[in-house]
């Protein structure tokens, strides 16, 4: 058997940063001292009329030659037109005639983006030699070198560079270390740097860093330890202990961060990564204390402010969630569409229809659009505007292929909760034809199919699913439990089933289709040694019919009545529990 429709609730309550490439950006390298030429420092301010003369003193003397102006356009004009190649073979080219270190480092830029290593380190010694103290300059050579594996060269480099900010630098060296694939040969550079600085936190927090991405987790975590008797409290070398601590074992993670704060209760940092562990682990009311507490320890912060909400909208406080998700779209959260997502289905909780169609309605784009709109039409269709509804979601447009695809989904899913099969089996085909290849879409079609005896259309659909997706369980689950239940193909069923049941060898409903294969091929105890399995993990209404019958067919009448009673009370709507008692007449 299997479930052709599961809904949940997704609280989102963790957040990921994510950063974009830039794309090339036109800039105008000074070749030649004009009067429009104003020296600046590495920040971009112009520097005051006495630095003036060093800085123009320290570029190299070169006139703006045609042959030199026809190079500079070609590369800008490459650029900006996306041939990046074309612009990073010119930069590179110039940054050899001029030795102009800004031109250089345009060189490296342009050499980094087109992913071409060689020209990038080139580029980098260009501009590393013409500007010795650029700290910029000399962080990106070493960076280069690293990546490139020249440990023996970036050293040096790495050593000047902490004498001027230890502090910061061994904070930055584990992203100059950038991907490198001798993970010992970091570590061991890394602790060659830091055994000059042994007073020095940050320099065992490196230490810790470089260990652990090469799996060395023990030695990271003594480093740590170092580093806390160094600066107790110190609360990046807690999370990252806590992080490393929590590979292998997420409550004694969440233990270490629970002692810590009892040491250090103002740690507002390790707070906030117990609060989101205390979620990972489904411990809401703990999380829920916590972020309320962090409330208060971050003003106005709307990642703690909206994870807060969507804590207590999911531990049914409506009006708090209310409160903390419309104080959150007052602090510029950064996906605001979001907020008014779950202030919806906070809306919608409250039976405020209305409310939550405006919240709704204010979604225009993004990930949200799609799911918004699902729940627009749903309050439509229930307030007896079904048409309203289907016109609502055929005139949205997605922002790609995926959401598209979601919007047919939802029409059909729309037309199926209000008994409309033929119809949602007409939405679906339509969006077939439009994405031939979409497997959510044939799935969904071979499940109406089933509803409209069309079984041809459902082994037809199951089967394209599987050469699309051939570890999809679910398309062998759910061919396999209708050639069981539905036809005498018995052995091709128990086949396609085994199929599932290796793929996910713990699901429930795989084993409830199992178990109703056996039962169907007179295996009774078999059948019923998969239904108890499969009950144990979850109770679900469907299983009980089915593992009610199998004790019924075997003599168990009272263990069988006693079993459906108990699920009719907690599902008495349920349509395969009531045809089965219905059948059966206990």
Same mark, same amino acid.
């Given at each position: 058997m299997t479930h052709f429709k599961i809904l949940f609730f997704c609280t989102a309550l963790l957040f990921v940063a994510a950063c974009s490439q830039p794309g090339v950006k036109a800039s105008q390298p000074a070749v030649t001292e004009t009067k429009a030429q104003q020296p600046v420092d590495e920040a971009g301010?112009?520097?005051?009329?006495?630095?003036? *003369?060093?800085?123009?003193?320290?570029?190299?003397?070169? $006139?703006?030659? #045609?042959?030199?102006? %026809?190079?500079?356009? /070609? &590369?800008?004009?490459?650029?900006?037109?996306?041939?990046?190649?074309?612009?990073?073979?010119?930069?590179?080219?110039?940054?050899?005639?001029?030795?102009?270190p800004r031109i250089a480092r345009r060189a490296a830029e342009m050499s980094m983006f087109a992913r071409d290593q060689a020209g990038a380190l080139e580029a980098a010694r260009l501009w590393a030699a013409g500007e010795q103290d650029s700290v910029?300059?000399?962080?990106?050579?070493?960076?280069?070198?690293?990546?490139?594996?020249?440990?023996?060269?970036?050293? #040096?480099?790495?050593?000047?560079?902490?004498?001027? !900010?230890?502090?910061?630098? %061994?904070?930055?060296?584990?992203?100059?270390?950038?991907?490198?694939?001798?993970?010992?040969?970091?570590?061991?550079? /890394?602790?060659?740097?830091?055994?000059?600085? #042994?007073?020095?936190?940050?320099?065992?927090?490196?230490?810790?860093?470089?260990?652990?991405?090469?799996?060395? %987790?023990? &030695?990271?975590?003594?480093?740590?330890?170092?580093? !806390?008797?160094?600066?107790?409290?110190?609360? $990046?070398?807690?999370?990252?202990?806590?992080?490393?601590?929590?590979?292998?074992?997420?409550?004694?993670?969440?233990?270490?961060?629970?002692?810590?704060?009892?040491?250090?209760?103002?740690?507002?940092?390790?707070?906030?990564?117990?609060?989101?562990a205390l979620v990972n682990a489904n411990q809401f009311t703990e999380a829920r204390a916590e972020f309320t507490r962090l409330t208060n320890d971050f003003p106005r912060n709307p990642e703690v402010s909206f994870a807060a909400g969507l804590l207590s909208l999911q531990m049914g406080d409506l009006d708090a969630a209310r409160d903390l998700l419309t104080q959150t779209l007052e602090y510029s959260p950064r996906d605001p569409d979001a907020v008014r997502y779950y202030l919806g289905q906070a809306a919608e909780q409250m039976k405020q229809p209305e409310a939550a169609a405006a919240h709704y309605a204010e979604i225009g784009s993004g990930n949200y659009l799609v799911p918004?709109? *699902?729940?627009?039409?749903?309050?439509?269709?229930?307030?007896?505007?079904?048409?309203e509804a289907r016109k609502l979601l055929?005139?949205?447009?997605?922002?790609? !292929?995926?959401?598209?695809?979601?919007?047919?989904?939802?029409?059909?899913?729309?037309?199926?909760?209000?008994?409309?099969?033929? *119809?949602?089996?007409g939405v679906l085909s339509e969006g077939i034809k439009r994405f031939p290849d979409s497997a959510e879409l044939l799935y969904d079609r071979a499940m109406v199919a089933e509803k409209l005896d069309k079984l041809d259309?459902?082994?037809? !659909?199951?089967?394209? /699913?599987?050469?699309?997706? $051939?570890?999809?369980?679910?398309?062998?689950?759910?061919?396999g439990y209708t050639l069981a239940d539905r036809t005498k193909r018995l052995p091709e069923a128990v086949t396609l089933l085994d199929k599932a049941l290796s793929l996910a060898p713990e699901d429930p409903f795989i084993l409830d289709s199992v178990g109703w294969a056996q039962y169907r091929s007179g295996n009774l105890p078999r059948a019923q040694e998969f239904l108890e399995r499969a009950y144990k993990i979850r109770p679900d209404p469907e299983i009980a019919a089915h593992l009610g019958e199998v004790m019924w067919a075997r003599g168990q009448r009272d263990e069988a009545g006693k079993l459906w009673q108990s699920s009719l009370q907690s599902h008495p709507q349920n349509e395969v529990l009531l045809e089965t008692l219905h059948r059966l007449k206990p």
């Open positions: 301010v112009g520097l005051a009329a006495e630095e003036k *003369a060093p800085a123009e003193a320290a570029l190299p003397k070169q $006139p703006l030659t #045609p042959e030199i102006l %026809f190079k500079f356009l /070609v &590369a800008e004009v490459a650029g900006q037109r996306g041939a990046i190649g074309i612009a990073q073979s010119t930069y590179l080219d110039l940054a050899r005639q001029t030795q102009d910029r300059a000399q962080q990106t050579l070493a960076a280069l070198l690293l990546s490139e594996g020249r440990l023996a060269e970036a050293e #040096p480099i790495l050593r000047t560079l902490l004498k001027e !900010d230890s502090t910061n630098g %061994f904070l930055h060296l584990s992203a100059l270390m950038g991907k490198m694939r001798d993970s010992q040969g970091a570590l061991e550079l /890394v602790e060659r740097l830091a055994a000059d600085y #042994p007073a020095l936190p940050e320099a065992r927090f490196a230490v810790a860093q470089a260990a652990a991405n090469g799996g060395r %987790f023990e &030695a990271a975590v003594a480093a740590l330890q170092q580093a !806390d008797s160094l600066r107790p409290g110190w609360e $990046p070398a807690a999370l990252l202990r806590a992080q490393i601590i929590g590979r292998t074992s997420a409550a004694e993670a969440m233990r270490f961060m629970r002692d810590f704060l009892t040491a250090h209760p103002g740690a507002r940092e390790v707070r906030l990564g117990y609060a989101r918004a709109r *699902a729940r627009q039409a749903a309050l439509l269709a229930r307030s007896g505007k079904l048409d055929a005139s949205t447009r997605g922002e790609n !292929d995926a959401q598209n695809v979601r919007l047919v989904q939802a029409q059909s899913e729309l037309l199926r909760d209000n008994d409309e099969p033929a *119809a949602a089996f259309v459902l082994e037809a !659909d199951l089967r394209r /699913v599987m050469v699309l997706r $051939p570890d999809d369980a679910q398309a062998y689950n759910a061919l």
